[in-house]
């Protein structure tokens, strides 16, 4: 077979699934994610705002919808990309003043965000939703 | 240097006003807790209440427009990323930044005339 043809035949492979990223890399994606559905929350949190100071009838009745259990799951998810993306962003805007940069203190810090955001994340859920 | 398609000039002020506009809604969020918590406004007169103080609303105003430039900077990186064909992008961009002007004026609205 002629060189060339072997090197086209010849396939690069990386593994990028979400499963097999370092846990800086699983940070930096619940990052983009959390990010994302804040953006497209930002609309439903104004509604919310709006129809809580509408009236004493339109308050009324959001804080009967908010009871719903339904309501209170998307509540969670709220919570928790708020959360996600706060500490996230902390550890990058520390990482930007080379605070924590090195391979080891940077993965270590990745793993503080994985452990701390669904606790905090529970925690408020606890103080807010129960 | 060849530039990318809609890769802003000016990288490094989006760049600065990412981090500043991210400390910036951090710290109105401590704040907005902590003022929730102490006042504990229960119903809809208080709740009125709370949000008819004007460093508040003032507050609030500021967040919501850092959080918009925030959002801004943010869905950019994001479709600059992943969408490649520039047309589509091109109606993205134009898609969120609609969305983040009309947000604005629609926080303006709910805080100053509701």
Known sequence: MPQSALKKRRPIWYNLSLFNLPLPGIVSILHRISGAMLFLL?????????ISLRSPDSFASLMQVLRH????????????????????GIRLLLLDV?????LHTARA???VVVWLSPAISLLMIWAFLL | MKRT???????????????????????????????????QPAGYDAWRAFFGQGWLRLAT?????ALLYHS???????????????????????????????YAGWAAQ?????
């Open chain 1, 42 to 50: 930002i609309p439903a949190i104004l509604y919310l705002l709006q």
């Open chain 1, 69 to 88: 259990p339904l309501a209170k799951l998307i509540f969670c998810g709220v919570i928790w990309a708020f959360v996600q993306h706060t500490l996230s």
């Open chain 1, 98 to 102: 080379h605070l924590g940069s090195d």
């Open chain 1, 109 to 111: 810090s990745a793993r």
């Open chain 2, 5 to 39: 398609l809609f890769a802003a000039p000016h990288g490094t002020g989006h760049w600065i006003a990412q981090r500043l506009t991210a400390v910036f809604i951090v710290a109105y969020t401590v704040l907005f807790l902590i003022a929730l918590g102490l006042t």
């Open chain 2, 61 to 65: 105003m500021i967040c919501f427009l």
């Open chain 2, 72 to 102: 801004w900077v943010g869905m950019r990186d994001i479709l600059m990323d992943y969408i490649k064909p520039a047309g589509l992008r091109l109606a993205l961009f134009m898609m969120v930044a609609i969305a983040l002007l009309a």
């Open chain 2, 110 to 114: 709910i805080l100053w005339t509701s």
